[in-house]
């Protein structure tokens, strides 16, 4: 099991610029492909960006592409979703995901989530 705690939400004004991080307890960081998903009162958790073990291939949901950019530090055992251009349409609980299987697009194909970190852009 792996343990996942996200770090970096906060308030920001539309246009700005913020930066999650999601650090991974112990030391097989490395075999896990990693994913991020944001969730709104109402709506499903939907995914925003994922990257695979050896973090060459990503993968971006259409809202985001452009504006976010995911990488990993397997150094570190981290994580990072740089977040530009932030909209008012990003405000969500931003959640971190561990998948032992493949780099995926669903809720199913992770296993393990952090706690989440709240994203509010104003406008």
């Known amino acids: 099991q792996v343990q996942l705690v996200e770090s970096g939400g906060g308030l920001v004004q539309a246009g700005g610029s913020l930066r999650l991080s999601c650090a991974a307890s112990?030391?097989?960081?490395?075999?896990?492909?990693m994913g991020w998903f944001r969730q709104t009162p109402g709506k499903e958790r939907e995914f925003v960006a994922g990257?695979?073990?050896?973090?060459?291939?990503?993968s971006y949901a259409d809202s985001v592409k452009g504006r976010f950019t995911l990488s990993r530090d397997s150094a570190k055992n981290t994580v990072y979703l740089q977040m530009n251009s932030l909209k008012p349409e990003d405000t969500a609980a931003y959640y971190c995901?561990?998948?032992?299987?493949?780099?995926?697009?669903?809720?199913?194909?992770?296993?393990?989530w952090g706690q989440g970190t709240q994203v509010t852009v104003s406008s």
């Open positions: 112990g030391r097989t960081f490395s075999d896990y492909a």
């Open positions: 990257i695979s073990r050896s973090g060459r291939s990503t």
């Open positions: 995901a561990a998948s032992t299987l493949f780099l995926g697009t669903t809720k199913a194909d992770y296993r393990y």
